[in-house]
């Protein structure tokens, strides 16, 4: 299972570490997730997921640059987001 992690007690619990098998999960940026074209921040912008929406993490995972982790996704559409914005499926 996933490892999860909390900034303060009233944050709510997110990945820390996913491993690299296909799996559902939750996007839980209050904002929604942006998704871009790679890993990298300066990549394009395909789309923003709204919260709560779901995604499929391929199980492919990149840090960039400057230390933030990424992961892949391919559905409902393909790019790349930011792991600090998952959490697992059904997640609320």
Same mark, same amino acid.
């Given at each position: 299972?996933? %490892?999860?992690?909390?900034?303060? +007690? +009233?944050?709510?619990?997110?990945? $820390?570490?996913?491993d690299d098998r296909r799996r559902l999960c939750t996007v839980l940026g209050?904002?929604?997730?942006?998704?871009? =074209?790679?890993? $990298?921040?300066?990549?394009? =912008?395909?789309?923003?997921?709204?919260?709560?929406?779901?995604? +499929?993490?391929? !199980?492919?995972? +990149?840090?960039?640059?400057?230390?933030?982790?990424?992961?892949?996704?391919?559905?409902?559409?393909? !790019?790349?987001?930011? %792991? =600090?914005?998952? !959490?697992? $499926?059904?997640? $609320?």
């Amino acid at each position: 299972e996933p %490892l999860l992690f909390r900034s303060s +007690a +009233a944050e709510r619990p997110r990945f $820390e570490t996913i491993d690299d098998r296909r799996r559902l999960c939750t996007v839980l940026g209050t904002k929604g997730a942006a998704v871009r =074209k790679g890993p $990298e921040i300066d990549s394009a =912008k395909v789309t923003v997921l709204d919260y709560l929406a779901v995604c +499929a993490y391929t !199980g492919r995972q +990149a840090v960039t640059a400057d230390g933030r982790r990424r992961v892949e996704i391919d559905a409902p559409v393909h !790019g790349w987001m930011s %792991l =600090k914005f998952l !959490g697992p $499926e059904g997640y $609320e």
